[in-house]
DNA sequence: CAGCATCCATGACGATACTG
DNA sequence: CAGTATCGTCATGGATGCTG
């Protein structure tokens, strides 16, 4: 099918990173960032990964999603065959999601990024405080010392 | 500081999930996403970790991007502590991007993620594939073969 | 070369109202 | 309960032009 490779970091570990636009668009990493860097896919992963849960449970889960949101990125991570859907025909209705073998894979990937985050977020933010103070405030105001 | 914990994964691990809305916009998983999950940083982290590297030569490099996105973003970056910036006063003035520790720690970590996009977002692809053709394409149009 | 400032389009997201 | 539909807002990001 192919003839070249575009493989994202295989490419900077092998060739060096000199063979021209591998970036251009069609990496795997950009098309997985464009799937699950949105507000919410990972957190929705995170709590199906530890149980299967109905839709109302994981509104009040995650608490800050709208339902309008919740329910779009369901059915995108369903369409993704990331997670499960089943609808059991009771009165009302029952549906209830779960994760996929591709889902959790994908998440215990994305489990040392989470790792991180937890201890290393706060370097982070320090990291920040610092810029802002040796910057100033934006481009108006100094610091006076002078 | 604080009287509780907010470990996104700890929680899942160890507590179960029934504690309320952890997820409620502080937890470490949302802010590193906030950070990373736009559409350039990861890819930038990635070059950045191969080599150091100037601002136009990153532009070559990724080419879709726009001198403001890239500037926007290794100023982010930059600011989180991830990437070094580096100026030389030569003439016109030289600029060089690496990275710093935290950053290679955060980029080891996000390998896992990036390798996962790249032997599976095949899958994620046809997964996607296979749902719209038993849904057919939106709600309108149906496949008609009875 | 390495940017910043500005304008503008898109779409992500939230709020609200309604349905089976 | 489990959604869909619609609207408005705001941030993201691209295009363009200018600067030191």
Chains 1, 2 share one sequence.
């Not at 970091?9 to 795997?28: D, I, K, Q, W």
């Amino acid at each position: 099918m192919q003839d070249g490779t575009f493989s994202t970091s295989g490419y900077l570990h092998e060739t060096g990173a000199s063979r021209g636009n591998v970036y251009a668009g069609n990496c795997p990493t950009r098309q997985l960032l464009d799937r699950i860097g949105d507000k919410w896919s990972v957190l929705i992963l995170l709590l199906l990964g530890a149980e299967d849960m109905r839709f109302n449970r994981l509104k009040r889960q995650i608490d800050g999603i709208s339902q309008k949101m919740l329910s779009q990125t369901l059915r995108s991570l369903e369409r993704d065959g990331l997670v499960t859907r089943a609808v059991e025909s009771t009165m009302p209705v029952t549906v209830t999601y779960g994760i996929t073998p591709l889902g959790r894979e994908l998440l215990a990937a994305l489990r040392f990024m989470i790792d991180w985050a937890e201890t290393r977020i706060e370097d982070v933010a320090a990291a920040q405080v610092d810029y802002e103070r040796r910057n100033g405030c934006a481009n108006g105001c100094q610091v006076r010392d002078g």
